[in-house]
């Protein structure tokens, strides 16, 4: 499932008929931001280092990178604290996982 997931945004980011619209349509998957806080149990228990906590990590990565600042405001302004606190808790793992010393 993540491979499917990682194959498309990967054709979404050098497809050149989307180029001008392609913050629109990375924000069509950020529901898998919010699969990701709601799992976040399953991405933490991956092996640290594993190509599928990497893949997992690097989708969520991208998809906050190319969602509008606006659309991230306001998923914060109605969001519970414990979900804010997963969300920055799957931003540190990636981090970590893809730090470079």
């Not at 806080?37 to 990590?57: F, G, H, M, Q, T």
Request: net charge neutral; proline share 3%.
């Amino acid at each position: 499932m993540i491979d499917l997931l990682c194959d498309t945004l990967w054709q979404h980011d050098h497809d050149s008929r989307i180029k001008d619209n392609k913050r629109k349509v990375v924000q069509l998957y950020f529901p898998y931001v919010l699969l990701l806080i709601e799992r976040l149990d399953w991405v933490a228990n991956l092996p640290p280092y594993s190509e599928e906590r990497r893949k997992a990590l690097a989708c969520f990565i991208y998809i906050i990178k190319g969602t509008a600042d606006h659309v991230l405001e306001s998923y914060w302004k109605r969001e519970t604290e414990r979900r804010i606190s997963c969300f920055f808790k799957i931003l540190q793992m990636a981090i970590e996982e893809f730090e470079v010393c």
